[in-house]
């Protein structure tokens, strides 16, 4: 299944979530790509780099970054180290057959597993997280 245009605010399926999860942050110094589980993240310099509790890595945009993540104290924010989630909703659905969904327009195409959710941050803006990871760091609202 492909997934384009979709808008999880339309969709009876889905539901608002929030994320608990301490996450590890370098910024990048150069652009690059990185292999995230679902698939290729590019990033531009000063993005941000981003491994999770259980070990997986992404990147998320620095604008995008700083309005969702804050530093752990006594980090100050732009210095790589630990952060945390801000606790802002997220629509999630779970889909149960493999699927495909770009990131955001003009942007890697992520794959999705048989049970892995599929998220959206804002209309446009997608992410893929897998169906463990997901029952381990979210919570309904």
Known sequence: ??????????????????????????????????????????????????????????SVSRGRFDARYEPIAPLRPGQDGPHRNKPLPVLARQVFEPFTVMRRAGGDELQGKAGD??????????????QEKFARVYRRL
């Open 1 to 58: 299944m492909r997934f384009s245009g979709i808008d999880l605010r339309e969709d009876e399926g889905a539901a608002a979530f929030v994320k608990r999860e301490s996450v590890v942050v370098v910024f990048a110094r150069a652009d690059g790509e990185l292999l995230s589980r679902e698939g290729p993240n590019r990033y531009a310099a000063g993005d941000a780099l981003v491994t999770g509790s259980g070990g997986d890595v992404w």
């Open 117 to 130: 959710w599929l998220l959206q941050y804002a209309p446009g803006d997608y992410g893929i997280v897998d």
